[in-house]
């Protein structure tokens, strides 16, 4: 009996004590929500709030011009920074008009390039191996960080539109990207000119005088003509024009350092600039009979869009498609709006989203979490943006036209967007009861409400609905205001 009443008393002190401690760490917690209120009210009051404030925020405007020649142009728009940004992706644009170099170079950070309009060839490292590839209008490609590349407009007469992402993850920091030319003279600089002449001569096995005029002569920028009609014909132009077989057949005899040979036009190329393409290039085949296989482009407009209804289509590009986007943890999407259509409301919840507006105009709408307004804001052709993850959004096209943009996602994984309207969204499929009573009304009127819609994905307005749909979706348009009053004043459900 006594054992039994010592017992029951160790086990009631030890309720006690455990209260106790409840007590104090519930007490702790909520001290810390009061405290963390009033840090956000604060804030608010200050005008420097958790969230990014004004539209011009989500509609990137800093764009900077990095290379200007005569033969084309790059910008860049950076992204912006902030904690709510789950990764940072600057965009490119490149220019280049018809028969014009990219100089070789690599950079600090990755690129995906998208043609925009024209043709294109790349020429890049691969492997130690040197890999081309011709790409057309809708091709998208990958060069890695410090990868050594080019690119030619093979257009004719046709200026090249490039849209590249630019991934800052292995960039130095030093600015938004850093080009190490490997060709080049006085402008733009080679790498090869910081070091010495005696360096120079020895590694190539040239003379000093031979080296020094290689390494002076180009001072037409990083973008240079490859047209006679610009400047005499220069070695790599020579070299742009041979076959991807010969090219290797020059750089192989270049390693073994067989004599001087003539070309057919009997002009004589000098073996000092063999000897840097095959530093730039990389050096003979490990293996007799061809080279490793590098991955090829992806075309975006050859493929069928993963969804398509009367009122517009979209693409989505993962890693499961396109492979190199795995190295790259990047992801492409492309969507055509008809004019007066909409992208219904939806989130993105594994990745930012960065766009550029390809074609005609339209309204983006972005909502911040705690269900105010971000941005409703209209943005046309070369406008850049960027929403991101979780932040509920919108496109909606203009009525005069169809509304196109492309972009890119900082996942490659399949993007999973959750849907908050329309016949696949959330509140079709989360449990009626539960939403009833989180809303305050009925079931029936919510699956009234919910159910009004019955295109998914892209939907259409009253103004461009099929005539049968039109007078009923008008009917149940005027619903809905008086349905959303009954939601509560914190939710906003608005449609231009």
Known sequence: MRNLVTFLLLGLALCHALTTVMGYRGNEEEDWWREREREEEEQEREGRGRYPQGEDWFVLQDSKRVVQTEAG????????????????????????????????????????????????????????????????????????????????????????????????????????????????GTYPTSILSGFGLETLSNAFNVSSEEVEEILSSQNQGPIVHLSESHEPRSMWSKFLQLKEQE??????RMVELQPREKEEDG???????RKLLTSVFGTENKKE???????????????????????????AVDDSDYSPLRHSGIGVYLVNLTAGSMMA?????????????LRGSGRIQIVYPNGTAAMCRKVSEGDVFVVPRYFAFCQISSRTGPFEFFGFTTSARKNRPQFLVG??????????????????????????FTDAQREAVILPTAGVAPPDKKEKMRTEFDKVPRVIKNFGNDMIMGFD
Request: contains cysteine.
């Open 423 to 448: 016949a696949s969204s959330l509140l079709r499929t989360l449990p009626n009861p539960e939403l009833a009573v989180a809303f305050g009304v009925s079931e029936y009127r919510l699956r009234n």
């Open 289 to 315: 009979g061809g080279t490793r296989k590098a991955p090829d482009s992806y075309n975006l407009y050859n493929r069928n869009p993963d969804f398509k209804n009367n009122y517009g289509w979209s693409i």
């Open 73 to 184: 142009e790059m910008r860049i728009v950076r992204s912006p920074g902030g904690r709510i940004l789950d990764r940072q992706l600057h965009m490119g644009f490149i220019t280049m008009e018809p028969k014009s170099l990219f100089v070789p170079q690599y950079i600090d950070s990755s690129l995906i390039i998208f043609i925009r309009r024209g043709e294109a060839k790349v020429g890049n490292i691969y492997k130690d191996d040197l890999a081309e590839r011709t790409l057309k209008t809708g091709d998208i490609y990958r060069i890695s960080a410090g990868s050594a590349f080019y690119i030619v407009n093979t257009g004719e007469g046709q200026r090249l539109h490039i849209i590249c992402s630019i991934d800052p993850a292995e960039s130095l920091g030093l600015r938004e990207f850093q080009s190490f030319f490997i060709a080049g």
């Open 345 to 357: 409301p939806h989130v993105n919840p594994t990745a930012t989203e960065y766009g550029i507006v």
């Open 247 to 252: 090219r290797l057949r020059h750089m192989k």
């Open 267 to 273: 002009e004589e190329i000098k073996w000092s600039w």
